[in-house]
């Protein structure tokens, strides 16, 4: 499809699929997939000054701050792939401060649209319990789709394990942090307009069908306000 300077973001709790709804995104409209971990790990290999910042505090243990999360951002939005030509956010902004911050980063334009991929907790939790993981190379599996031998990695021969994290336990509660932490950024595009629910249970394909129609549909009825 021809590039269209679309502004999006996807929000998305963790196995609702965003990271890989992101991605037919970004295909679909011809702009790029701007993930806040993927632009971490790029400052810190890029050995750049900021990048050494970055990697202090990721290797101190510490959270990144806001300032040098906009930083990245700033950065990664100068780039010739994004520059003028839009992006779709993965996992930022995750704080009301955060997109108060990128609304006046972006000025004189905005945030086209934010789409809210919604699928029910339990459907979330067994997805993730179910995960298997390789311990050594960490190809994922599942128990509905699990390595051909036992639980010994296809690909290296490790054991495939369930990470602690994975536990039926450990992903409601970070599920509910989630929802908790979440809840104002939702609100505050809700109250914008900008906000754009999705059905995310069903296939990949079907979810990336609703989703294109939802954002489709939001920046044709941005259009006719303008």
């Given at each position: 499809?021809?590039?269209?300077?679309?502004?999006?973001?996807?929000?998305?709790?963790?196995?609702?699929?965003?990271?890989?709804?992101?991605?037919?995104?970004?295909?679909?409209?011809?702009?790029?997939?701007?993930?806040?971990?993927?632009?971490?790990?790029?400052?810190?290999?890029?050995?750049?000054?900021?990048?050494?910042?970055?990697?202090?505090?990721?290797?101190?243990?510490?959270?990144?701050?806001?300032?040098?999360?906009?930083?990245?951002?700033?950065?990664?939005?100068?780039?010739?792939?994004?520059?003028?030509?839009?992006?779709?956010?993965?996992?930022?902004?995750?704080?009301?401060?955060?997109?108060?911050?990128?609304?006046?980063?972006?000025?004189?334009?905005?945030?086209?649209?934010?789409?809210?991929?919604?699928?029910?907790?339990?459907?979330?939790?067994?997805?993730?319990?179910?995960?298997?993981?390789?311990?050594?190379?960490?190809?994922?599996?599942?128990?509905?789709?699990?390595?051909?031998?036992?639980?010994?990695?296809?690909?290296?021969?490790?054991?495939?394990?369930?990470?602690?994290?994975?536990t039926e336990e450990a992903v409601t509660r970070r599920l509910a942090l989630?929802?908790?932490?979440?809840?104002?950024?939702?609100?505050?595009?809700?109250?914008?307009?900008?906000?754009?629910?999705?059905?995310?249970?069903?296939?990949?394909?079907?979810?990336?069908?609703?989703?294109?129609?939802?954002?489709?549909?939001?920046?044709?009825?941005?259009?006719?306000?303008?």
């Amino acid at each position: 499809m021809t590039a269209r300077a679309v502004r999006l973001i996807v929000l998305g709790k963790q196995g609702s699929g965003k990271g890989t709804q992101c991605v037919r995104v970004a295909s679909h409209y011809g702009i790029p997939h701007v993930s806040t971990g993927d632009m971490l790990r790029a400052a810190v290999k890029s050995a750049s000054p900021l990048g050494e910042r970055v990697k202090r505090t990721m290797e101190a243990g510490e959270l990144v701050s806001d300032d040098i999360i906009l930083e990245v951002i700033a950065a990664r939005l100068k780039e010739p792939d994004a520059a003028g030509n839009g992006f779709v956010f993965d996992g930022f902004p995750r704080t009301v401060g955060q997109a108060d911050r990128l609304d006046a980063m972006l000025l004189p334009e905005a945030i086209d649209a934010v789409a809210s991929l919604e699928i029910p907790t339990g459907v979330v939790v067994a997805r993730i319990a179910g995960r298997r993981t390789c311990s050594s190379c960490g190809r994922v599996y599942s128990l509905a789709d699990p390595p051909r031998a036992g639980w010994t990695c296809d690909t290296c021969g490790g054991d495939v394990v369930q990470r602690d994290d994975d536990t039926e336990e450990a992903v409601t509660r970070r599920l509910a942090l989630y929802d908790a932490q979440t809840a104002p950024l939702i609100a505050r595009y809700r109250q914008a307009g900008k906000l754009v629910p999705v059905d995310a249970d069903g296939t990949i394909d079907e979810v990336a069908g609703r989703l294109v129609a939802a954002i489709d549909a939001r920046l044709a009825a941005g259009r006719v306000r303008a």
